[in-house]
């Protein structure tokens, strides 16, 4: 297997455009986790799934964030409108039926 | 009570040495802590990962150590080479599978 799969690996674009963020989870894994990285804030999660369900949303920090898992294997990470304040790097993860969780490469985003 | 304490913040060590990072935790309805290693520029990778029914695991040079009654837990590299070079987090869940995660630690080991 390939691993997590994240697209693109970086982003630039500029404050107020839509981003997305697109990821393929491990065959067979059946949760699959979105996180965001900061300097300042470290690794934050920001939403998980399990068997394509939204399970906890909590960590979106706004209604700017939006994020989908249409099927098993696709899920995006939807930032509308961008702000600078967005820019990090966007980790998805995903694990089969248990904690251990195997991380993508990761999207840096930059806004300016 | 869901935080992770990680230390130091940084930690750099002579080739040949061991180096430790410490995490400690409140909510004892925890029940995995893993160990996580990432390289600039790349995802983070689980390194190793113990549950409180063991005291220690090994896996070659990594070793955690898990200290239930005083809620903390080591990663002892013995032997650091300038490969392990990289920043460490530990983390901790329950049943529901959400990673707490500690701040993470910046290992350097100088050749």
């Known amino acids: 297997d390939a691993g997590v799969i994240q697209s693109p690996r970086h982003e630039v674009t500029e404050m107020g455009q839509e981003v997305t963020l697109r990821c393929k989870p491990i065959s067979g894994h059946d949760y699959l986790f979105w996180y965001r990285q900061t300097m300042m804030r470290g690794l934050e999660l920001l939403i998980y799934f399990n068997n394509n369900v939204p399970i906890d949303d909590s960590g979106m920090p706004e209604d700017r964030f939006s994020a989908k898992m249409p099927n098993a294997s696709f899920s995006t990470l939807k930032i509308q409108p961008s702000e600078p304040r967005d820019s990090a790097v966007y980790f998805c993860?995903?694990?089969?039926?248990?904690?251990?969780?195997?991380f993508g490469q990761g999207t840096r985003l930059t806004v300016v | 009570q869901q935080q992770v304490k990680q230390s130091p913040q940084s930690l750099i060590v002579q080739k040949g040495g061991i180096s430790i990072i410490n995490c400690a935790y409140e909510n004892t309805a925890f029940d995995y802590f893993p160990w996580y290693q990432q390289f600039p520029g790349k995802g983070p990778a689980l390194l190793i990962a113990i549950r409180p029914d063991v005291s220690e695991k090994k896996e070659g040079r990594f070793t955690i150590s898990f200290n239930k009654s005083a809620k903390q837990f080591s990663l002892h590299i013995m032997d650091s080479q300038p490969g392990d070079s990289a920043t460490y987090f530990c983390?901790?869940?329950?049943?529901?599978?959400?990673?707490?995660w500690g701040a993470g630690t910046k290992l350097i080991i100088k050749p």
């Open positions: 983390a901790a869940t329950d049943s529901n599978y959400q990673l707490i």
């Open positions: 993860a995903s694990s089969n039926r248990g904690p251990e969780a195997f």
